[in-house]
């Protein structure tokens, strides 16, 4: 009786160390899927959005002023395409760092010697290295600007912008995605003597992967407000304010 008892006895301490070591490995699979697994979440879409936008990751308002600047300043002609190279940088010391360097080419398009619009397109690399994220992009845009006349209150752009690359998040989880992030708009309204958007509507789509392989879709609208102010409101109904 004794021997079996003790039979017993080691039969359990046994089963208990067994369910103990599946528990532990139960628990590392967890965390290691947790780490793996990981998901975009909106708000990941709108801190992507966000910097896409502002000057301080050479976004599509640094782009906005460049095409109007070209105008003002590059001597064109009707119907005589012409090209630039457009390379910036952030201040050093800057909380979030930029580059990029794109290639323009241009075309002034007229009614007999009376310009109509000027179209652009552009490509080339964009970084960004903020406080919440970092990105490596390719970056491409096929802007069209009109509202040429004297009389026009303002200039207008008709604007495709996209940025396809990389990105690491530098809060929370600090993981890593790609992306195409891509903004489509058609009443980009520019003052004519400050440069600045004053209003108007964009219609923005990002979608990509995490590292782990999970895909995500997001869409929204940005709207412009005038005085460096923008509303991001994806289609949750959820609302981010830009501002730069």
Known sequence: MK???????????????????LSLNSC???NASGTSNTTVTEADAA???????????GGFVVQVNSSVTIYKNVKLSCGVAKDSSITKSSVAGSSQAYNYSLNWNYLLNCSGAVPNDLTFNFSGQ????????????????????TGLAPTASAY???????????????????????????????????????????????????????SS????????????KGDNKATLILN??????IQW
Do not use: C, H, W
């Open 47 to 57: 801190e992507l959005a966000t910097n896409a936008i502002i000057p301080a990751s």
């Open 213 to 224: 392989g999970k895909s995500f879709n997001f869409n929204g609208t940005i709207s412009f």
């Open 236 to 241: 949750s109904g959820a609302s981010y304010n």
């Open 156 to 210: 207008i752009l008709n604007t495709t912008y996209t940025r396809n690359g990389s990105q690491t998040s530098r809060i929370g989880r600090n993981y890593s995605f790609t992306s195409t992030l891509s903004i489509k708009s058609s009443n980009i309204n520019v003052d004519k003597t400050t440069l600045k958007i004053l209003s108007g509507t964009a219609a923005v789509a990002i979608s990509g992967a995490s």
């Open 126 to 145: 964009s970084q960004y290295d903020g406080p919440r994220m970092a990105s490596n992009d390719n970056s491409t845009g096929g802007f069209v600007l």
């Open 3 to 21: 021997n079996t008892f003790k039979t017993k006895a080691v039969s359990g301490a046994l089963a208990i160390a067994a369910i103990l070591a």
């Open 28 to 30: 590392k699979k967890d």
